[in-house]
Structures are given as C-alpha cells and as structure tokens.
C-alpha cells in the first residue's frame, strides 16, 4: 500500500520509495528511507502531512503514492 493511502494517526513502516531517481532522492534527503517509520498527521487539500524522523513535511498525494509502506 502507498502512504498516499495511509489512515491519519496509524505509524507505518516504509518498505520501498520509487520513482524516477530524482524524486527517490528528493525523498531520501527529506528522510523518506527504507526501514523509517512515518505516521499521516493530517491531509489538507489533497496534500499530506507526515512525520518522518522527527519532521513534518507535507507532501502532496502524487509524490506519496511513490513511497510503499507496511
């Protein structure tokens, strides 16, 4: 499943980040690795708010269907 599907407040695990290699690396330097767990906080207008390693970050829902979570 993506994390763009993810319910709010439920912890996840991320298992695999995809797409091309700019965006696997857009999302690494913003924390989004393998093994990481991230938790929705919120979404607001069709964007995400997340907390990975200790940071919110808002993503919007296209990028999050690149990030694979358990």
Known sequence: MSLNTALT???RI????GGLYE????????GF????DVT???ELGGNLI???KGSRVA?????ASHIIIS
């Open 9 to 11: 407040g439920e912890k």
């Open 40 to 42: 929705v906080i919120t």
């Open 50 to 52: 997340v907390n990975v």
């Open 59 to 63: 993503l919007s829902k296209e990028i």
């Open 14 to 17: 991320i298992r695999q980040v």
């Open 23 to 30: 965006t696997r690396s857009f999302l690494g330097n913003l």
């Open 33 to 36: 690795v393998e093994g990481s």
